[in-house]
């Protein structure tokens, strides 16, 4: 459950796709200026009344409840992928008028949280690479980097604030205010 001192950090290890409902009400939830240590009320009495935090709390619990629900109950052995993340890698290798590529996931030192997510086209894979192909595309990653995937979620979406892969990484300990690194 979230409460009015739940930090915002968190919140965005936990719930990362709630950013958008709390920039629906004015929070700044992107960029590195994002209150990553303050709890939540702290963050949102700078730009809301008690009525509004109100709703926003109750709007951030029932979003909560709803990916916990979904998500499973045991963690599993690989990572996966969405068909939206898919499908977004094939447009892209469609529009740069290439094919037979895989996407290739790594998990690098970096970001202000310690690690950071790349994402690039890559038409090799070594032999210590974990594979996993969906509707006809190979997510290709290497050994360190599956291990520190292992029951996260690649999606890639698309909202009126931003747009790009996201990772929801149960193994992620710390997360950037701006989503794209984590420890």
């Known amino acids: 459950m979230i ?3 739940t930090t915002i950090g968190e919140i965005m290890l936990k719930y990362p796709q709630l950013a958008d409902a709390m ?7 992107t960029g590195c200026g994002t209150p990553y240590q303050e709890q939540l009320k702290t963050a949102a009495a700078t ?7 109100n709703n926003m709390l109750t709007e ?12 499973p109950k ?12 898919v499908e977004k890698v094939k447009e892209m290798m469609k529009k740069q008028g290439i094919s037979g590529f895989n996407l290739r996931v790594e998990v690098k030192p970096g970001g202000c949280a ?15 690479d974990v594979i996993l192909e969906k509707s006809g595309l ?13 029951g996260a979620v690649i999606d890639y979406v698309e909202t009126l604030n ?21 420890g």
Do not use: Q, W
């Open 23 to 29: 920039a629906g009400f004015g929070m700044k939830m």
């Open 114 to 128: 310690g690690y950071s997510y790349d994402f690039s086209l890559d038409d090799e894979s070594g032999s210590n």
């Open 47 to 53: 730009v809301m009344n008690e009525k509004d935090f």
């Open 60 to 71: 951030l619990n029932r979003a909560a409840a709803k990916i916990d629900s979904e998500r």
């Open 162 to 182: 931003r747009s790009g892969f996201k990772v929801d990484n149960p193994n992620a300990h710390a997360v950037c205010s701006c989503g794209s690194s984590f």
């Open 138 to 150: 190979k997510i290709v990653v290497d050994a360190a980097s599956a291990e520190a995937l292992k």
């Open 3 to 5: 409460t009015a001192e």
């Open 74 to 85: 045991e963690k599993p052995d690989k990572f996966d992928v969405t068909d939206a993340a």
